[in-house]
């Protein structure tokens, strides 16, 4: 009999970028490896899960604009492109060394997992979001839904912005996946007090947060984050355990750094000539990560001294760190069983794109895990946070406290002096945006369209993402670029909506590049 519950949540998203007026852009690149790396090699671990019998629960999050991505043909065409594109480049790789050479079983390897990605995409008509749906359908995953461009909802100046961010992402979800959604990733886990109401209002049931934003609530949680609170509308939150978080995550306490694993920054877009690699980088010839890895972590050493990777003794350390993994939530759940004298829950939430991106044995450690609660043991129930409310059992009202995840907690990643110049230009679009939705209560045809894409602008100028890169130092002058066009576009549909002179040429080039959302509705800034 289980003593207690494990939620693992894995939240996927990509910030919305799409180019058609370039042949190869490099911030599309995020999305192809992400598909290639990450989506895909976690379908794949379900799919052998679910055909094997093995009970397993996962609630994953897949934001509106990576939904959108998904379902963009453009972009799946260019995913197709590039896995056809390393799939040759693996043909010559596995050519090119001799029979027993390590590299070259490696390249074999790499042929193998590019075909079958390829066949993946065959077999789901380039359709991904079709095969997470019907795992859902299976009652294998809990989808999530998000803001619908991850706006930072708590830094967002008017209840119609983050309303509206909110009920974007809940009919996008209803678009995709058939069902209202249950459940809603918060954006960075920002949350401040009232966030719920929107919430509510949009039929979502439960969101999660990091830690202190449960255990800071007011009055303090009897069970710390071991329990689902409920806000004071009935609203559940789910917190986010520490210890479980740490363990994988953490490429120095945690089990990505092992120095079994592959090296993610040793790959042959940057080791080989660059004659060869040059017809698989982007057409401005740069190189690049091509998803090819011949070496492990090894240690703190230099990369040139990185050793070579041994694909089966990566395997390897994957199930020995599941079996850990396990041996350790097993015992903090006998603990916390006893301490708590109720059932426990662990909920543990990652970022998707860790698995298998940048921890390339990622996928194989979950399946791992998941077999080994399946096979192995009977006191952990994998399950999810809508099966435990659906339990029906008294949980405590809090109000909780206002927090994020991310450095220091408490979102100064998003607010800080590298960003806090876009905030008054957002803050004051989101005004502008409030004023049209009164102005034209029942707008149709052109006045329609112009209002839903000055909507569609001003989401996609609140992406959290755009104010991370300026702060982490990445792609800041892309970053800048995306906030400066989405507001300038805003300002100029505001512009033309208020002096009655709508440009319907611009328009529909406005439309053609930024053409997420076709359900999307103005009139939820009313």
């Known amino acids: 009999m289980a003593i207690g519950d494990f939620a693992l949540v894995l939240h996927a998203h990509l910030p919305y970028v799409r180019h058609p007026e370039h042949a190869d852009f ?17 379908l794949e671990a379900f799919e052998r899960l679910a055909a ?16 959108e991505m998904m379902a963009d043909e453009l972009l799946m065409s260019r995913c197709v492109r590039r896995t056809d594109r390393l799939r040759e480049l693996a043909e010559r790789e596995a050519a090119a060394y001799p029979a ?14 590019f075909g079958r990605a390829r066949a993946l995409l065959d077999r789901t008509g380039h359709r991904l979001l079709g095969a997470f749906r019907a795992l859902q359908d299976a009652g294998h995953l809990e989808i999530l839904t998000c803001a619908a461009t991850h706006g930072l909802l708590p830094l967002m100046a008017t209840d119609e912005a983050r309303r509206a961010q909110i009920e974007i992402g809940c009919r996008n979800y209803e678009k995709h996946f058939g069902r209202r959604p249950r459940g809603l990733w918060l954006p960075e886990c920002a949350y401040s007090p009232g966030l719920e109401e929107p919430l509510r209002t949009s039929g979502v049931r439960y969101f999660f947060l990091d830690t202190h934003g449960v255990l800071f609530g007011d009055p303090r949680p009897k069970y710390g984050v071991f329990r689902p609170v409920l ?13 479980s978080s740490v363990q ?27 004659a060869y690699v040059r017809p698989y980088l982007r057409s401005d010839g740069l190189r690049g990560q091509l998803g090819i890895k011949y070496h492990r972590v090894t240690g703190r050493v230099p990369l040139h ?19 850990n993994f396990l041996f350790n939530r097993q015992g903090q759940l006998r603990h916390l069983r006893t301490l708590l004298k109720t059932r426990p829950v662990v909920v543990s939430p ?22 080994k609660l399946h096979h192995d043991q009977d006191e952990i129930d994998s399950t999810t946070p809508m099966e435990i409310l659906d339990r029906g059992e008294a949980h405590q009202v809090i109000e909780p406290s206002h927090s994020s995840w991310g450095d220091k907690g408490y979102m100064e990643v998003w607010l800080n002096r590298a960003n806090d110049w876009i905030y008054p230009h957002l803050h004051a679009a989101e005004h502008h945006m409030a004023e049209l939705a009164r102005r034209f209560p029942r707008a149709e045809g052109i006045l329609a369209r112009a209002l839903n894409q000055a909507a569609r602008e001003l989401v996609l100028a609140q992406a959290s993402d755009w104010a991370f890169i300026m702060t982490t130092g990445t792609t800041v002058p892309y970053a800048e670029k995306r906030t400066r ?26 439309e053609g590049k930024d053409n997420l959302f076709s359900e999307i509705d103005y009139r939820l800034y009313a």
């Not at 027993?100 to 997992?113: E, F, K, P």
């Not at 990652?350 to 077999?371: C, I, N």
């Not at 709508?502 to 406005?510: D, G, H, V, Y």
């Open 231 to 243: 806000c004071p509308n009935g609203v559940a939150a789910f917190g986010r355990d520490v210890e």
């Open 485 to 510: 066009d989405h507001l300038s576009r805003f300002h100029g549909l505001y512009l033309q909506l208020t002096e009655d002179r709508l440009e319907e040429a611009w328009l529909a080039e406005l």
């Open 100 to 113: 027993g050479h390590a590299h070259g079983a490696l390249a074999r390897h790499y042929l193998d997992a």
């Open 26 to 42: 490099f911030e599309e690149d995020w999305f192809y490896e992400a598909v290639i790396d990450t989506y895909i090699p976690l």
């Open 350 to 371: 990652y970022d998707a794109e860790l698995f298998g991106h940048w921890w390339y044995e990622g996928p194989m450690f979950l399946e791992f895990l998941f077999r």
């Open 52 to 67: 094997d019998g093995v009970r397993f629960r996962v609630t994953m999050s897949l934001t509106p604009t990576l939904c």
């Open 248 to 274: 994988v995550w953490s490429s120095e306490h945690g089990y990505p750094g092992d120095p079994a694993y592959r090296e993610f920054y040793r790959d042959v877009g940057y080791d080989a000539d660059y």
């Open 305 to 323: 001294e990185k050793e070579p990777y041994d694909l089966a003794a990566a395997r390897e350390r994957a199930a020995e760190h599941a079996g």
